[in-house]
């Protein structure tokens, strides 16, 4: 029996060249840290798994340094202050930020994202619909693909964190939907719990068939999350004037070298459309803007809740990898306890 | 002696795969076309040699359908109407247009791009600066790349018909300018007449490390005329927020099946960058304002005129080749007698 808490966590143990799968990380018990004067201690309730961690754990030139060897793992996670010796920050508040994957937080509020005031819904939208994959694919969408009534707006990766909210939004603007996903399964869920026009399944249907007939008009608008041969197969069918957000590149696993496939620039041309990369954190500034409008969607029953929670802390390790796989059916999160 | 003037005319003869040669043409004379009521004919005095006659030659999708087999070669001509039944056009007044790589035009104003009523400057230049290369560069830069004083703008095909103009606009703007060209000569010709800061020869230089050189703090701009090796380069060392004009693929020349090369998409994402496709006939509307500002920047001495002029009919069949082998220094231009 063990009467004192410990601080659970997963560590990055040997350095990934690509995915990181569950034998790079080792989930270690360390003491419960102590705050200081400014601190406070954060319980983490949930974890995020994100794509952005396969570039976090490898040591390639990234927006952020790599992770070291040795370290927490880097991760956004939800958790509740339960002591504080920080002046704006009091015991019981609901905080989620980029604390790890550990139990135990110690924060000065440098990485905290933001205070969750929803306390009418759960905390784990704060990692999800109300948190970064949200607002990525509020700001995505709507900077970077500039929507309007009528278009076509295809998704990649249309059952996921951010696809899923994407499609909703679009929907929401008077778009015909159409989401490319990996299963049946999300398939159905694409069509019947997050309101697609169409759902097409990359894996079993000829992707550029099921396109032409789902979008007779050219697609408008893309969503781009996963680069390589989806997004090939979307490239052909643009229509004029096309938008494109290139927000993710989950379908390929490895930059080192830069892979090859078919060049874009003549399809671009032709129907002078428009590819954005798009990074979240350039619109910090712009969160709660994004999160009240999410969370009055939620609330009105426009944005469905969509998340795949997995037990555990020693689940972590294997968890990216499976995003990377598409094993997982909305955001997935680790519930930590 | 053939006192009765004919209307010499460059037939395409067959089908191209690629880029057109010589072979694919037929010099051929005609008589001299009658105009009825609505018509008027053109004597036209300089045929343009453009990178779209690759595409309208070959037979395959394309923004205008392809020139058919027996057909005049389409292309953009100056010339001055000699004998008119139309109520706009006036015997004596230039005009430029589509008008075909033949002598004798008869038009009925459809195919006039405008009236040329810079009288105090050379009708060429209604083809070159002054025309449709003038206000692609115009507008591909001004709107696809945005650029601001201080910004590091990279051109390529420098030399060229509308890389020379963007080149000049970059620096009348304020801008840093670095061309990559494809001979000593041209270097010369960008340095010494074009006013480039930088002129890097890809045939002869490491482009990457000539371009890491040239631009310390990353391209902010880049205006592409070329796709392929020289565009890869760029990519690597693109600047936070750069803006990318896909305005021509001359480096490339076929497009069935689709090349492939390095995918932009990480590069687009973590620069947060845009590709912008253009095509210069969406600005049709806008054509006045900006032929009005070249034509002040030229008459300033702001933007020197660059040109390269074949002298007769015969040598327009392998013009095409030789624009996609880069032998032009300049505007390549066909005069006709």
Not at 266 to 272: E, N, T
Request: aromatic share 6%; with cysteine.
């Amino acid at each position: 029996m063990n009467a004192q808490p410990t601080n659970r966590r997963v560590i990055l143990s040997s350095r990934p060249k690509g995915v990181p799968e569950a034998d790079h990380f080792t989930v270690e018990d360390a003491d419960v840290p102590e705050i200081g004067d400014g601190e406070f201690l954060i319980k983490t309730e949930y974890w995020s798994v994100d794509p952005a961690m396969r570039g976090w754990a490898n040591d390639a030139p990234n927006y952020l340094p790599p992770v070291e060897i040795g370290a927490v793992m880097r991760s956004f996670a939800v958790g509740t202050v339960v002591a504080s010796r920080h002046p704006d920050y009091a015991e019981g508040e609901v905080v989620s930020g980029m604390f790890g994957w550990q139990r135990y937080a110690v924060s000065d509020g440098g990485n905290v994202d933001r205070k969750v005031a929803e306390d009418d819904l759960p905390s784990s939208l704060a990692l999800g619909v109300l948190g970064l994959n949200g607002v990525t694919a509020y700001f995505g969408l709507i900077d970077g693909c500039a929507p309007v009534a009528g278009d076509t707006v295809v998704v990649s990766t249309a059952a996921g964190a951010v696809g899923s909210a994407v499609g909703q939004i679009a929907r929401i603007m008077g778009c015909r939907t159409v989401g490319i996903t990996g299963s049946a399964e999300k398939v159905s869920l694409c069509t019947e719990k997050l309101g697609y026009d169409v759902a097409i399944n990359y894996r079993e249907e000829d992707v550029n068939a099921a396109l032409k007939a789902a979008c007779p008009d050219g697609i408008n608008c893309y969503f781009d999350n996963t680069c390589g041969p989806i997004s090939d197969a979307v490239m052909t069918q643009l229509a004029i004037g096309a938008r494109i957000t290139v927000c993710g590149t989950v379908a390929l696993t490895d930059w080192d070298p830069i892979p090859v496939g078919p060049r874009v620039h003549r399809q671009l041309m032709v129907a002078r459309a428009r590819m954005q990369g798009f990074l979240i954190l350039d619109y910090k500034a712009r969160f709660p803007e994004a999160i009240e409008q999410l969370a009055a969607w939620v609330r009105e029953g426009k944005l469905a809740r969509n998340e795949h929670i997995l037990e555990g802390a020693e689940t972590a390790p294997g968890a990216i990898k499976m995003l990377y796989e598409g094993k997982n059916t909305g955001k997935l999160l680790v519930r930590v306890d």
